[in-house]
C-alpha cells in the first residue's frame, strides 16, 4: 500500500471512530434528557465535536503538505504559550522578554525546522533562549523574585515552544522513500497520544478507584492508566502498518509514547493545581485550553523524536 | 467600516478582547461603559468586546495627545470613532466634557476611563468626577461598570508592543441611581462596582 492510500485508509478509521462515538454520546444523551440531563454526557459531547474539528484541521493541513503542517503547529505553540503566560503572575519588568519570546523566539524556532537546520533547532532556546531570557529581564532593573520570575518563563517557552516544535520536527528526520511517511509518522504520534488520553478517561471514568496522585489530579487513576494505557498500546501496535516500524517496534514505541505522554499531563496537572486553574484556556470546548491538549504531545514529542533518530534514521 | 471590522479582529487575536457578560446583555440602550484603565489599548479592547451593530453606535473617549497624531489619528478616526478628550485643558476653555455630552445627546454611547490616567495595577484607583457630572446630567443613560482584566500585563505604561495574553473584558450590571447621593460618596461605588468583577 502507498502512502496517500494509508493516510486515506487512516483517515477513514478515525472518521468510523468518531461517527460511533457521536452515536453513542446521541445515545446517551437521550437517556439522559428523560432524567433531566448528565454534566459528564454534555462534556463528552462537547469533546467529540471538538475532536470532529481539531481531526478535519490537522487533515487539511497534512493534505496542504509540510509547510502548512509547521504554521499549524507554529500557530497551536502561540496559544499553548499565550495561555501559559496569562495564569503564571508576571511584572511589568517581564515584559520585554516576553515579547521576544512571543515575536523572536517562537518564529525563529519554528523557522529553524523550516530550514532544516537541526544543529541550531536543538539547542537555540535551550542555550540562547535560555540565556537571554535572565539577560532581558536583568536589564528591566526589577529584582523582586528575579529567579522565580526567569524560571517560570524559561519553562512556559520549554514545553509550549521548544517541546511542541518536536512534533512537526518529525520532517526533519531523514526517512528513506517517501517525504509523505513523515507526515503520517507525525499522525501517528499524535494519534497514540490523544487515544491514550481519550482511552484513560474513558477507563477512569468507569472503573477507576484508585487515584495515582489524588492532589493533583483526581481524574487520574490506576485502573484509568492501566486499561487506557494498554488499549492504546494495542492500537498503535496494530497500526505498525502505516510506520516504518515493525509490530514489535511499534509497540515499543507505543508504550514509550503512552508513557512519556501520561507524565506529561501528570506534571502540567500539577502546574495548573500550583496555579489555582482547572483548565489551561477555554479556546476548544469541553477540552479546556490549547495546552489541556498539548500536555501529553508535550513530553512524548521529544522522546519519540530521538528515538526515530537514533535508532531508525 | 472595513478598517473597524479589520481592527476589531486584530484586537481579538492580539489580545483576546474576550467579552463576558456578567452582569447584563449586550442592548442598544444609551449605555456609558467604564472601565479601569491600565494601558493604551484599554480602549481598543472594549470596543473590540462588543458585538459589531452596537459597535457602531459606540464611541470610545480617547486622550487628543496621544491618539491625535499621525497614524493613530487615522486609525481613531476611521477605525473606531474616536471622541477626544482634552485632558490638560484649562479650565477657561470652557467645558471639557462638552463633546461627550453632544455624543449622548444624538444617542451614541460612550465608553469612557474615570481615572483619567494610566495606573498598571490590577485594581483602579480612585475615580476623576467626570463620571458624576455625565451620570447627572443624563440620567437615562445605563452606567455599565467594566473590568478589562490583563491588559496592564499585556502593554504596561510606557511599552508598545502588546504581549498577546489572553484579555478578558467583564460587563457587570448597570450601577443603579441613588437620589441625593453626595459626589464622593457615588465616584466610591462606581469603583467599587469594578472592583467587584476583578
Request: charged share 15%.
Amino acid at each position: 500500500m502507498n502512502i496517500p492510500d494509508k493516510f486515506y485508509w487512516l483517515m477513514g478509521g478515525i472518521a468510523t471512530l468518531l461517527v460511533v462515538a457521536s452515536l453513542i454520546g446521541w445515545i446517551l444523551a437521550k437517556r439522559a434528557s428523560r432524567r433531566g440531563g448528565s454534566a459528564t454526557i454534555d462534556n463528552l459531547n462537547a469533546r467529540t465535536r471538538a475532536w470532529w474539528v481539531m481531526v478535519a484541521v490537522l487533515a487539511a493541513c497534512f493534505l496542504l503538505g509540510p509547510t502548512a503542517t509547521l504554521l499549524l503547529f507554529a500557530i497551536a505553540s502561540v496559544f499553548a504559550l499565550r495561555e501559559f503566560v496569562t495564569l503564571t503572575p508576571t511584572r511589568p519588568g517581564d515584559h520585554l522578554s516576553l515579547v521576544v519570546c512571543f515575536y523572536i523566539m517562537l518564529p525563529v524556532q519554528y523557522w529553524l525546522i523550516y530550514d532544516h537546520w537541526y544543529g541550531l533547532f536543538a539547542v537555540f532556546l535551550p542555550v540562547y533562549g535560555f540565556l537571554s531570557l535572565p539577560v532581558l529581564m536583568a536589564m528591566s532593573g526589577d529584582t523582586e523574585g528575579f529567579l522565580e520570575r526567569v524560571t517560570k518563563i524559561q519553562w512556559g517557552v520549554l514545553i509550549t515552544v521548544y517541546c511542541i516544535s518536536y512534533v512537526p520536527a518529525i520532517l526533519l528526520l531523514d526517512v528513506h522513500g517517501d517525504a509523505n511517511q513523515k507526515l503520517l509518522l507525525i499522525i501517528y504520534l499524535l494519534l497514540v497520544v490523544q487515544i491514550s488520553d481519550v482511552l484513560q478517561y474513558v477507563f477512569g471514568k468507569l472503573f477507576g478507584k484508585r487515584a495515582i496522585a489524588p492532589r493533583v489530579s483526581p481524574s487520574k487513576t490506576v485502573e484509568g492508566f492501566v486499561g487506557g494505557g494498554l488499549s492504546a498500546i494495542a492500537i498503535g501496535t496494530a497500526l505498525w502498518r502505516i510506520t516504518p516500524f515493525t509490530p514489535l517496534q511499534a509497540c515499543a514505541m507505543s508504550t514509550v509514547i503512552v508513557v512519556t505522554g501520561f507524565l506529561g499531563g501528570l506534571s502540567l496537572s500539577a502546574a495548573k493545581r500550583g496555579l489555582c486553574a482547572k483548565d489551561w484556556g477555554s479556546m476548544i470546548e469541553g477540552h479546556g485550553g490549547m495546552l489541556d491538549r498539548f500536555d501529553s504531545v508535550s513530553f512524548a514529542a521529544p522522546v519519540f523524536f530521538h528515538l526515530c533518530r537514533y535508532y531508525f534514521f | 467600516m472595513w478598517l473597524s471590522r479589520l481592527l476589531a479582529g486584530m484586537v481579538r487575536v492580539l489580545v483576546g478582547a474576550q467579552p463576558r457578560w456578567i452582569g447584563c446583555r449586550p442592548s442598544p440602550a444609551l449605555r456609558i461603559y467604564y472601565a479601569n484603565h491600565t494601558s493604551h489599548f484599554d480602549a481598543l479592547a472594549l470596543w473590540s468586546a462588543l458585538p459589531n451593530k452596537l459597535r457602531a453606535s459606540t464611541r470610545p473617549v480617547a486622550a487628543k495627545d496621544y491618539w491625535s497624531t499621525g497614524i493613530r489619528a487615522y486609525i481613531a478616526t476611521n477605525g473606531f470613532n474616536a471622541l477626544f478628550i482634552d485632558r490638560h485643558a484649562d479650565r477657561s476653555a470652557g467645558d471639557p466634557l462638552a463633546p461627550l455630552g453632544e455624543a449622548l445627546q444624538r444617542g451614541q454611547s460612550l465608553i469612557i476611563f474615570p481615572e483619567g490616567t494610566r495606573h498598571a495595577q490590577a485594581l483602579p484607583s480612585p475615580f476623576k468626577s467626570g463620571l458624576f457630572h455625565l451620570s447627572t446630567r443624563f440620567p437615562d443613560a445605563e452606567l455599565v461598570p467594566v473590568y478589562l482584566d490583563n491588559l496592564y500585563r499585556s502593554m504596561p505604561k510606557g511599552t508598545f508592543l502588546p504581549v498577546p495574553l489572553t484579555c478578558s473584558v467583564r460587563f457587570g450590571k448597570p450601577l443603579e441611581r441613588r437620589a441625593d447621593e453626595a459626589k464622593g460618596d457615588f465616584l466610591e461605588r462606581a469603583r467599587a462596582a469594578i472592583v467587584e468583577l476583578a
